[in-house]
């Protein structure tokens, strides 16, 4: 919230007419003569509204003071204000503006800012039944009520219900359609109320910043007509996403000098077709803009309202809820990230998950980015050249993934200590300017999903995080590369065909190779738009049913040589006989860097899949070249081998006669009785079965006793087009042998995540991913210290007025009231001395503190680890809470989390 009250008091002094004067600091208000008014003397926050109002009436509305008047009182029973009780039972108007003739044409309730929507059941006393004794007790005609207010989320505006008397004669009438008498502009001297028009300038003057507060409230708001009326959770969120693109695609596209659509304007609750068709104009406009929609995709997504269950009021609401505010300015005025942080609130608490779309939190998504190192890729790029990486998820979701990492990049670069020169201080300007820290992602952060809702959450999402969200797409992310050359411009536009190492012979698989980073959680098993037979000719698995796999099959095609992979997968592919293929297939195809377990809670209630996170690199062409050629000479080999199995159990076993068709060392061999030979290729064909004992064995023993085992080694696998008629397993053991695949795979079970989550709310629960900061790397310690001493010196004058109070009454003749008003004020000076010395005494402890851990406020070196537990206890529950950092702990050198561990031991290259 803006300092409100001190903007008032300099708009006062800066007024041609000075109609009221305030005092903050002796908390006095000052009318001029010319209005009719009581004494008033306290200064409230009403008090405030009051005086800004009555300056705008006169110096802005053409209203002549004396036709006002303040205060004005009424003698009657049970009118007004709940809490009101003053001995003659009377209840009073706030401010009254007059005709020529006498009549009230201005019958006004004034409400504190924090007040406005608590106070609203004041309107039936303090208007509708005060000003209706107004017209009886003094004969006059009112015109209009006016319950007032400010809004104060940054630049001061009329916040208001303007209702005409003649129209709403009875308050409940006025109930039915109050939102009609919303919005509307004071008249300007005594002419006609107007809905106000906001129009767009350079600099978005018609329309506000939004504040925390304001943000709080709205949320608020929202909840409670979009979800009290029996609506379905998704229904309503995705009613409100839609809204929510439009209003921005509004405040983006509206040309300079033309009203904003997304508005209220004066005739519409009299026509509804005409302002429903607007703003459903503005929608179709937004998605073929936003989201690069056809007239044909238009045609299928309907009108902003699609259900029944989502009244015409809803969108009036919205419109009328938001029309004031711009997300645009508000994500350049604003440090905290306000909007963003409502829309993932929302995101987490409205979109209900469906079968395949189990939304990742941010505990595990921010580790999954972190143990890949995107913070120092994206660095290290910049300082090469000036760029940053290309990062994409093909299944989107809520966009969580994107967020996250967009938000790591920009925290982390705010904070690395660059040496700058001129041109690199110019090209981190041009990324990451002030006034939208996020800009970057426009041009590096890529998304793609199948859903219509999720994609334009997504978008929104990544909008209200200030980023442009350009390359975010509704489609499928197992389509044909091909089909994304519609995207001109984008990094997915790319697509080539007759890849060296990543082919088959039918189809038409091709690559994109544009991409630094994949990080994911791809849908499990669901099923696929396209036939199998479609999806075959640009997958080698596409025939497979598990989606999961096919997408890392996309990852490949995605990446460049070198990029890096992190995605959360479900257990089964990392230990099931049906998924041994895309284990092949990762082997082949990517370095292996790491596999996290993560606990079965993770995704709980949703769904109970065990899943694990795969850290992965895409091998460069010339390394898969080689393992080809290790896969022939061994596929060759298993062949071999194969053959002579055969022969010997039919000979041994089967006890059949020698065919001289078989091979020639096989029946040589045999006419020979080299049974030396022949135990050599059983022992190289079942090589990890055997133990030492076995080795003493005959060659009938051990066909007989491997029987079974010969049986299953002797079958090659069914993807044959990718593996050749080989048994895999066989091969690979030998070329992971000879390409020294068996390297140090980065392997940790994680028991907690840090939450347990119910339908209804999340736990939290210890965290064996990652610590966080608590202590903050830099503070400003000079600011804490001048804050305590700023709030000693308040108190101190706090102590003194009042101790001046105490003086003067004194002086004056006592009596039982002056007596009374000493005792109260010698009990407050206490209680201020008291604050004044635990203030002093805590300002020398925090002094302590942070000479103890801070030097020049950054935090010491030696503590940077954070494992001194003093030092934690300070931020987390101690005197510095206030100052706590939920920032991820990235140690140097010790390791207590799995964090620690996997950014210490897992090298990228």
Known sequence: ?????????????????????????????????????????????????????????????????????????YVRGSIGREKQKNKDDSARVDVIVKDQHGNPFLYIEVKAPEMFDNGEKDIKGQLFELSDLEEKQNKTKVKYLIYYSLDTSEELADRMYLIEKDEYKEYDDWLEEKDKTFGLEIPFNYGKPKLKERVKDEKDTDLLSISELKMSEIRRNIHNTLWSSGVEDNEAYIFLVQFLLTKIYDEDETIEGEKYRCQIYDKDYDDQNKFFDRINQ?????????????????????????????????????????????????????????????????????????????????????????AMKVDELAIERFEENYSLPYIIDPSTGSGTFLIEAMKIITKEFSKHNFKLTNTKKAKLKKLFPDEKPNDWAEEYIYGIDNSYSLTVSTKVNMILHGDGSSNTFKDDGLKSLQTYSKYTNSKLANYETGHKVYNKAKGNIGVNEQFDVIISNPPFSVNINDSKEEVDKYFLFGKKKNSENLFLERYYQLLKEGGRLGVVLPESVFDTTENKYIRLFLYKYFKIKAVVSLPQITFEPFTSTKTSILFAQKKKVAEIEKWNTQWDKFGNEWSLLKTRMNSYVQFFIDKKKLNKKWAKDVVSDIEKKNNKNIIKNIHRFLKDYLTEEDKSLKVNDILTKYNAEIIALSKYEKETEVFGFYNAWWVFGEV???????????????????????????????????????????????????????NIKNSQVEQKDAETKVKALKAKDETAKSKKSIEKLDSEIEIIKIKIENLETEKETVKEILETYYKKDILKSEFYERTEKTLIEHFDKGLLVKYKSNDILLRKTETHKILDSIRKDVVWA
């Open 1 to 73: 919230m803006s300092d409100w009250k001190k903007l008032t008091k300099e708009k006062l002094a800066k007024s041609k007419n000075k109609v009221a004067k305030i005092d903050l600091e002796k908390e006095t208000v000052e009318y001029s003569k010319g209005i009719t008014k009581p004494k008033i003397e306290k200064l409230g926050p009403e008090e405030v509204v009051r005086a800004f109002l009555v300056d705008k009436l006169v110096n802005e509305l053409g209203y002549s003071e004396k036709n006002i008047e303040l205060e004005k009182y």
């Open 736 to 790: 992971a042998q000879e390409m020294d695949i068996d390297y140090d795979i980065f392997m940790a079970e994680a028991e907690n995540v840090g939450y347990k989550r119910t339908k209804r709310s999340e736990n939290p629960r210890p965290n064996d991913l990652f610590d966080i900061e608590y202590a903050p790397n830099t503070l400003d310690c000079t600011k804490i210290i001048s804050d305590y001493d700023e």
């Open 282 to 370: 503005c929608y179709k406009d937004a998605l073929q803009n936003k989201l690069n929609y056809s007239e044909e995709d238009l045609k299928n997504v309907g009108n902003i309202l699609t259900t029944e269950k989502i009244s015409l009021q809803s969108l009036y609401f919205l419109v009328k809820e938001l029309q004031n505010y711009s997300f645009s300015k508000s994500i350049r005025t604003q440090k905290k990230d306000i909007l963003g942080h409502f829309f993932e609130e929302t995101n987490r608490e409205k979109f209900k998950q469906s079968k395949g779309q189990f939304f990742t939190t941010t505990n595990v998504v921010d580790f999954l980015v972190y």
